[in-house]
């Protein structure tokens, strides 16, 4: 498995995609940031026309919240980015052919769809603690993050949502042919359950509820109100991965 | 010892019926030509022998072994060589050759002198570009030394020579006659002087059965022997050979064909007596359909 590990890691990098990736979450990491410091400013700027519109402004509160808010909804498009350069993964292999004579080695299905999860888990787990990481130093910098509540919690929760989603683009890698297939069967049921979450009382039991950090770091929710979505959440992992595994080893190379 | 042996092999599509009654045998160390025309069922009877599709009725053996479809274990004695191999573009030989070391859970060391060594016998040495940028030809050269990479005990290739030149071509053959030491070789083509020049056995795959099959000499015996067309440079001359050898047929104010070979070289002692100006003296290749035509005809 390590071997297709490497081949998975070279793929990454010599393609191109690695680097993407690294520099879209390292921007929003310094974007989270920026975007509070720059709010003040862009208030005092506007706040002629602003005027005109019937706006008075008055001062400006920034701290460290503001930034975490926009870390919460930078973030989902991180992982939306994530998802489409992640899509082809799979499906590109079907489509050339390259897993054939992997397979006519002897190499097992099963190493292969691991090799795969654990690069898809693994980036997507890195990827996320460096936004984290640059948002968390700067703001520990600029303002104080000690006023958000539960602030590793609401992290680990979002981080899971993405685990979620990454199981889901396995699920649908094992079972289509092209990756606009995969895109569809991802985006859908990710879409579904955000909608679904519209109704409070199914909200609890979603894994879109993760996805509501904000919420808990202003102290509206509480750590036991997201147990039943993470517990969802991780159940569906586990599934998508059985699932995925049997499929596989019935796919047509 | 049979390398492999297919016993009433059937496989179908839904409602097409691919292959009906397949049954043949490939003794150890040998090289085996599975030959059959565009459709016939060559690549689909090997996908099977490689596990890569689910069989119908009957059984696969490698190496005493029966074949599942998924993980076959029997894939760790196989080496395969595809029609079009396609590898990951962003690699280089060797680094492919690696991986396909690594997979194989073979050492490092010995990985890189097996690299060092095929990448020589199939004139890759040397080449440090990524995959990307190879011909058809380049790639195909990379595909056997994968698919002897591992020191497999039954080689398949699907068409091997399709892709190179002539030259080219003749050096793929030559590195199947050299491994048949170390490995027993099943190749399919539709090119039947490739199978008379290197194979031992042959089959012919014809609607879903083995419509022919056997030791090379037998199926030579069989095989109608070659006209021959004579063009002479004056149509004088070739009256006059018409005159003298009745046996030709007339094709042409200028062209004779010749059906008995054998005498060939009568009519060409007669030519270079005379000093006979002639545009050229050709022999008709014996085509799949004619051999095949002959068989299923009967």
């Known amino acids: 498995m390590n071997a297709f590990l ?3 890691w070279m793929e990454w990098t010599r393609t191109g995609r690695a680097l993407v990736l690294v520099s879209v979450f390292v921007l929003f990491g310094i974007m989270n940031p920026a975007f509070a410091k720059l709010t003040p400013w862009l208030m005092e700027t506007m706040s002629e026309s602003l005027a005109d519109a019937g706006f008075v402004t008055t001062a400006v509160r920034v701290d460290a919240m503001t930034s975490w808010a926009q870390f919460y909804k930078n973030i989902p498009v991180g992982l939306i980015i994530f998802i489409l350069l992640g899509s082809g993964n799979f499906t590109a292999e079907y489509e050339r052919g390259t897993l054939i004579l992997a397979v006519t080695k002897g190499l097992p299905r099963q190493k292969i769809l691991a090799a795969k999860a654990a690069l898809l888990y693994g980036s997507w787990t890195v990827l996320y603690a460096v936004c984290f990481g640059i948002t968390y130093g700067y703001n520990a910098y600029f ?11 609401a992290a680990v929760g979002t981080w899971l949502f993405g685990i979620w989603t990454v199981a889901l683009l396995i699920l649908f890698s094992a079972v289509s042919r092209s990756s606009s297939q995969v895109l569809m ?9 955000y909608l679904l979450d519209m109704f409070p009382k199914l909200d ?3 894994p879109a509820k993760l996805l509501k950090g904000m919420e808990l770091m202003q102290g509206v929710s509480r750590p036991k109100d997201y147990y039943a979505g993470a517990a969802a959440a991780a159940v569906m992992v586990v599934l998508c991965m059985v699932l995925a595994a049997k499929c596989l080893d019935r796919k047509q190379l | 010892m049979d390398m492999l042996t297919l016993t009433h092999v059937a496989k179908n599509f839904g409602e097409k019926q691919v292959l009906r009654d397949v049954s043949f045998a490939v003794p150890e160390h040998t090289v085996f030509g599975f030959v059959g025309q565009n459709g016939a069922g060559k690549t689909t009877a090997m996908k099977l022998i490689l596990g890569l599709l689910t069989i119908s009725e009957g059984e696969i053996m490698v190496d005493g072994t029966p074949v599942r479809y998924g993980n076959t274990p029997t894939n760790r004695v196989v080496g395969y060589l595809p029609d079009v191999p396609e590898f990951y573009s962003y690699m280089t030989p060797s680094e492919y050759l690696r991986f396909c070391g690594e997979i194989s859970g073979m050492a490092a060391k010995e990985i890189k002198s097996r690299s060092e060594e095929l990448l020589r016998l199939v004139g890759l040495k040397g080449e440090t570009h990524r995959i990307k940028g ?5 790639k195909q050269r990379l595909g056997v030394a994968q698919a002897l990479f591992g020191h497999p005990k039954l080689l398949i290739c699907d068409e091997p020579t399709s892709a190179l030149d002539p030259a080219g071509r003749k050096e793929l053959l030559d590195i199947l006659t050299a491994v048949k030491e170390e490995t027993t070789v099943l190749f399919s083509t539709h090119i039947l002087s490739d199978v008379e020049h290197i194979c031992d056995q042959m089959a012919f795959l014809h609607d879903g059965k083995i419509a ?7 199926v030579r015996k069989r095989r109608k022997a070659s006209a021959v067309t004579v063009e002479t440079e004056r149509t004088e001359d070739a009256e006059l050979l018409r005159q003298k050898f009745p046996y030709l047929r007339v094709s042409g104010k ?9 005498r060939l070289p009568e009519v060409m002692y007669y030519i270079a ?3 006979l100006e002639v545009m050229r003296i050709e022999r008709q290749e014996t085509t799949l359909s004619d051999l095949f035509m002959e068989v299923v005809g009967k």
């Open chain 2, 273 to 275: 007596d005379r000093r």
């Open chain 1, 6 to 8: 490497k081949k998975e």
């Open chain 2, 134 to 138: 190879f011909s058809r030809g380049m």
């Open chain 1, 143 to 153: 303002w104080d993050n000690g006023i958000a509540e539960y602030l590793l919690f």
């Open chain 2, 254 to 262: 200028r062209s004779l064909v010749l059906e008995e070979a054998e």
């Open chain 2, 212 to 218: 022919l099959q056997g030791p090379l000499d037998e």
């Open chain 1, 204 to 206: 609890a039991f979603l």
């Open chain 1, 185 to 193: 069967g991802t985006g859908g049921v990710a879409m579904g359950v």
